[in-house]
């Protein structure tokens, strides 16, 4: 599919501000359009993972040669990978930024996403920094921000993006 | 099984010395780091601690960083059965600078030297059906000139013997990554 024909989403937008020098995921539902315009785009590379621990394999490789990088999983594949991110993420203070699919919240009830939100909420939180945004409400500044952050920081920034109740606010 | 292979130091050296100038080496936790260090100590050289096989993913991510560089990912045959997807991964994202190294001793050197589930699998057969069969060799049958047109990503089978741990890697994680990074400023 020619670039020009992929619409870009808020989310894309703001990964394309950031300048990565690439991008590597796993697919879920709510970042599939914001992947295949990664996948579509010339500014930077998009690398394909078949599982979850890999992504942080491929965004530490870039983030010790000292480039920014983005992973893109849904959070039973952050879980996937809790060792990666613990031995490379945080054991090497590397700046990478993980959008991390919240899923199981109020909003999105599929009966076998509610264990992982739970495992999500008692392991992730309690080893990183996780920001939570409404999927359908990103600022436009977000992930240039959570870079931002992780720079200063000297370790991963994790986005976590939930649906919200209609009329929510964030 | 291991009369005459080559130790594990032995082939990493010989590996590195099949390319014209220094490649990155991006070595797994344990076995691999420690015989890189003890084979060529080098600032290009990235000691990872794991998890066990990620140095193939984390090598990936070094090559689409530095496309014009060549990386050499060394990885030992108990790691890569715990990440083999990342060839699956390698072969659909094709880097024309990656290559791996697979150190095959059959046993967790690092771990009592417990024997690998993957102890009688072919790995030459493995890395032909997923990179492709002009892109893998055995590391004794390989030398500077036909490494130069073996195509990449490529895999190196090294049948090794069992051997002692190596000496202690003596580098914290800050060193390593500081070291690095300016090894490989673009």
């Keep these: 599919m020619a670039e020009t024909s992929i619409p870009k989403t808020a989310l894309f937008q703001s990964i394309r501000d950031a300048s990565p020098k690439l991008v590597t995921g796993v697919p879920d539902g709510m970042l599939a359009a914001t992947i295949e315009a990664c996948q579509a ?38 879980l996937n990978a809790i060792g990666a991110f613990a031995t490379m993420g945080l054991r090497y203070q590397l700046p990478f930024v993980i959008i991390v699919t919240n899923r199981g919240v109020l909003a999105d009830p599929n009966s076998y996403d509610i264990e992982k939100h739970d495992a999500f909420e008692l392991s992730v939180k309690n080893l990183a920094r996780v920001f939570t945004y409404d999927a359908a409400n990103l600022p436009k500044d977000l992930v240039p921000a959570a870079f931002k952050w992780a720079e200063a920081a000297r370790r991963p920034a994790v986005i976590a993006l939930e649906r919200r109740l209609e009329g929510a606010t964030q | 099984m291991t009369a005459n292979l080559p130790s594990q130091k032995d082939a990493i050296a010989s590996a590195l010395k099949l390319y014209p100038t220094r490649p990155y080496a991006v070595a797994d936790i344990g076995s691999q780091s420690g015989w890189l260090k003890a084979a060529s100590h080098d600032a290009r050289n990235l000691y990872v601690s794991g998890p066990m096989g990620l140095s193939t993913s984390i090598a990936l991510g070094v090559a689409a960083s530095r496309p014009n560089e060549q990386v050499l990912a060394i990885i030992g045959d ?33 771990t009592a030297s417990v024997p690998t589930p993957s102890r009688e699998l072919d790995w030459l057969a493995i890395g032909r059906s997923i990179l492709g069969d002009r892109n893998c060799a055995r590391l004794s049958d390989l030398a500077p000139d036909k490494w130069a047109e073996t195509p990449r990503p490529a895999m190196i089978v090294a049948d090794i013997a069992q051997g002692d741990k190596p000496p202690p890697l003596g580098m914290s994680p800050a060193m390593i990554r500081a070291a690095f990074l300016e090894a490989s400023k673009a």
Excluded at chain 1, 68 to 75: D, F, K
Excluded at chain 2, 96 to 105: E, G
């Design chain 1, 41 to 78: 785009t010339d500014e930077f590379a998009y690398i394909a993972c078949a599982r979850e621990e890999e992504c942080i394999g491929v965004a530490s490789g870039a983030a010790m040669a000292g480039e920014r990088a983005i992973i893109l999983v849904q959070n039973a594949g952050l």
């Design chain 2, 78 to 110: 108990g790691a890569l059965a715990m990440n083999l997807t990342s060839l699956i991964t390698i072969a659909n994202a094709k880097p024309d600078n990656l290559a791996i190294l697979l150190v095959d001793n059959r046993v967790y050197e690092y």
